[in-house]
Each structure stands twice: as structure tokens, then as C-alpha cells.
């Protein structure tokens, strides 16, 4: 499920208050991501989302609901966008379905294109109350402990340390990518280190790494 820009929801809003709240949080997604929390008013939001003061309190009462709404707003994306939308039952794909390498890739490339988006789902989630009930938080969760359970993961892993553990290198790194890549040959260089070494610790530390001796040859082509 991709991101709707308030522009493109402008059209829809009128006739549909479900389009007007997702303009609202869009533009509440773009102020957190460029300016922080502290930058962040209804006032400032309903004119970027392009309607007025009052249409964004009927939708939200205060300052602290938008932020809330707009964390869950935002995990649920990334949710779909990382591990695929539900079906029309409500299932998700299951990990030991997804090719590995495929995996990593899309979630680093995913986190390197879109740096905002991941500073405003870390920063927000852990300075929340309970950091573990983020939807993509759980679902990632979720993700690692299939793999882990199923006949492709080594013994003895504790899902929740290494989600926080693997989630915090993913949204980090786009950060350091950017203070220190300023053309896009040097972001995708950086991207592919990001690539090659996640591959390296889930080879070697989350999978049965015998199991998958065409990761071993990869990994080997891509440290040459």
C-alpha cells in the first residue's frame, strides 16, 4: 500500500472523510519527517494538507492525537510496504516464503529511499509508552520468529531482542547514509555495505546456513 500525497487526496476529501483524515495524516507524516515533533500544529497541517483548521480538529481534538495517529499511520504502511498487504481472509505471507536476500534488500532499500518515514517510526515508537505494540514492530516481530521456528533457523533465538536489535540498524542506517553519501552512486554503494553485511549476520547467526549455500556464494560475490 503506497503513500497518498495530500495532493492527490485533495479531489477526494470533500464527498469522503476517510480521504480527508489520510490528506491530514500525509501531511502530519511530511512535518514530522522534515522538522521534528516540536514543529508539528493542526494549524500548520490542515494548510499543508489544504484544508481548513477546523475540518482537521473535527478529525483530531488535539496536537498529541494527531502524533499518535500518525505513528500508527505510518507503521501500518510500513508494514505493508516491508512484509506485503493482508489478503482478503486477513493473512500475511509468511516469512520462510519470502527469498532471503530478497527480504533484506527491499526493507534496506526501502529505509535508504525513505529516511523520513523511518526517523518518524523510531524516534516516535520508542519514546512511546509501550514500544512493542507498534503494528511493524509486531510484525516484524512476528516475521523473525517464524523464521527462527521453522527448519531454516538456528536454536536458541530471542525474537524480540533481535527485531530491536536488526530494526534499529535498518532506520539508523539511512541517517548515516545521508550525512555521509551525497550522490545517489554513494547512497547505493552505501545501501549495498547495509545489504551485504544484514546478509552476512542472518546467514551466520539467524539461519542454518547450510541450508542455503546459495546465500554463502552470494555473500562471497558481494565482498569480492
Not at 496536537?63 to 510496504?81: I, M, N, Q
Amino acid at each position: 500500500m503506497g503513500l497518498v500525497s495530500p495532493e492527490r487526496a485533495k479531489g477526494r476529501r470533500r464527498r469522503d472523510p476517510a480521504a480527508t483524515r489520510e490528506a491530514i495524516l500525509a501531511a502530519a507524516m511530511t512535518v514530522l519527517a522534515s522538522d521534528g515533533r516540536d514543529a508539528l500544529s493542526l494549524t500548520k497541517v490542515a494548510q499543508l494538507a489544504g484544508v481548513n483548521r477546523g475540518t482537521a480538529y473535527q478529525h483530531f481534538n488535539t496536537r498529541e492525537d494527531l502524533v499518535k495517529a500518525t505513528v500508527a499511520w505510518v507503521s501500518e504502511r510500513l508494514a505493508d510496504t516491508v512484509f506485503g498487504a493482508p489478503d482478503d481472509s486477513g493473512l500475511v505471507p509468511d516469512a520462510t516464503q519470502r527469498p532471503v536476500y530478497e527480504a533484506i534488500t527491499g526493507l534496506v532499500d526501502f529505509a535508504v529511499e525513505n529516511p523520513g518515514l523511518g526517523r518518524v517510526w523510531l524516534f516516535e515508537v520508542l519514546a512511546s509508552d509501550n514500544p512493542g505494540e507498534d503494528v511493524f514492530f509486531k510484525r516484524f516481530e512476528l516475521s523473525t520468529k517464524e523464521l527462527a521456528d521453522s527448519e531454516f533457523g538456528a536454536e536458541g533465538i530471542d525474537a524480540e531482542a533481535l527485531s530491536v536489535m536488526m530494526l534499529g540498524g535498518y532506520f539508523l542506517w539511512p541517517l548515516w547514509v545521508r550525512a555521509g553519501a551525497r550522490t545517489k552512486k554513494e547512497r547505493e554503494a552505501m545501501a549495498q555495505r547495509m545489504r551485504r553485511e544484514v546478509l552476512r549476520l542472518s546467514l551466520h547467526g539467524i539461519l542454518r546456513a547450510e541450508k542455503f549455500p546459495h546465500l554463502q556464494k552470494l555473500l562471497d560475490e558481494l565482498g569480492s
